[in-house]
């Protein structure tokens, strides 16, 4: 009977709980909608740099020069200091002054440079905490920020004193319309370089883990687990293309080439990785010569123990000798005498 209880329990635990399914099926969940917002506000900041340095370039900074430079101009041409012909063409200079000034305007107004910068920095802002509410809940899911301030914390309080697990689906769920709302509201496009940049990153480095079959490697190594391998492999592989499309040499003037970056940033990803392995190896045999000599060392002051002990009874022997030869010659002595 007893038996059979036993092994009625072993059975059962390797059978996941419905709740436990929810759960992970619900962390599963949150970790695809955090690399995907991390995805999406690594490219809002860009884009946002990338219209920012052409507002500032190319509508700000001539608008400024211009006004500033018809201004004076203009006040030179009222001035008694100058002929009549220099006046003149002064303020022949403060008309061209003007109309370039109105088709500078008139191109901003239709790029919307400044507009859609600032929609960029809005969405990369409202991302960034949403990574840090689905971070909270993934650490630990009595942190999530989803809840309301009024109901939130007295919910999870609630749920806890009567023994009913929180409503985590419910905050995914919520985390979902967040970040819809968040991308809804940035009606500015991601310029198409950026974008394909990112598509090709995940898309070549999704062929590489299939075909390679990396990720057993890399987790037969104990570089990373099975639960976050794919966040962080991924996630490496973003910041690393952020990396080399921001140190690029024309950043932000123009874009670097998609294909180049993308190869760059796997190559740096890989070499991160073949490091990362060469010095755990590394490490483990120093740490198995160190043991290794500890262990001869060992042996050898054993080995030398057993020498000196030998001699000292080798030296024992031979002193007792004397000691027996000495006697029978004093005896001997004695008898003749």
């Not at 419910?170 to 940049?197: F, L, N, T, W």
Request: aromatic share 8%; hydrophobic share 35%.
């Amino acid at each position: 009977m007893e038996d059979n209880h036993t092994h009625h329990a072993s059975t059962s635990s390797h059978y996941a709980t419905p709740e436990e399914k929810t759960r992970k099926a619900n962390r599963a969940v949150l970790a695809g909608l955090y690399m995907d917002c991390e995805r999406e506000r690594n490219m809002h900041r860009l884009s946002e740099r990338y219209f920012q340095f052409r507002d500032h370039y190319l509508n700000f900074w001539p608008l400024t020069f211009l006004t500033t430079f018809s201004a004076i101009l203009a006040f030179m041409a009222t001035t008694e200091l100058f002929t009549r012909n220099q006046q003149t063409v002064f303020t022949l200079f403060v008309g061209i002054s003007a109309v370039f000034s109105v088709g500078i305007q008139t191109c901003a107004k239709h790029v919307k440079y400044e507009s859609r910068s600032d929609m960029h920095r809005m969405a990369a802002l409202g991302l960034k905490k949403l990574c840090d509410d689905v971070n909270f809940i993934l650490l630990d899911p009595k942190l999530g920020l989803a809840n309301n301030a009024n109901q939130g914390v007295e919910n999870d309080k609630n749920s806890d004193e009567k023994g009913e697990p929180n409503n985590i689906s419910a905050k995914v769920d919520g985390y979902r319309m967040v970040y819809k709302h968040v991308m809804e509201a940035c009606e500015s496009p991601i310029p198409i370089p950026i974008y394909q940049a990112f598509l090709l990153a995940d898309s070549r480095l999704t062929i590489l883990l299939g075909k390679k079959k990396v990720k057993k490697r890399i987790m037969d190594e104990g570089l990373c687990s099975v639960k976050n391998c794919d966040e962080v492999l991924f996630g490496a592989l973003q910041i690393e293309l952020f990396q080399e499309i921001t140190n690029s040499s024309m950043w932000p003037v123009w874009l670097p080439n998609t294909d180049d970056t993308v190869k760059r940033a796997i190559e740096s990803v890989e070499g991160t990785l073949d490091h990362t392995y060469l010095e755990a190896k590394r490490e483990n045999s120093d740490l198995e010569k160190g043991g290794y000599s500890r262990l001869s060392q060992s042996t050898k002051n054993s080995k030398a123990g057993k020498e000196m002990e030998v001699q000292n009874q080798n030296a024992a022997a031979e002193t007792k000798v004397k000691g027996e030869i000495y006697i029978d010659d004093l005896s001997l002595d004695e008898h003749s005498v």
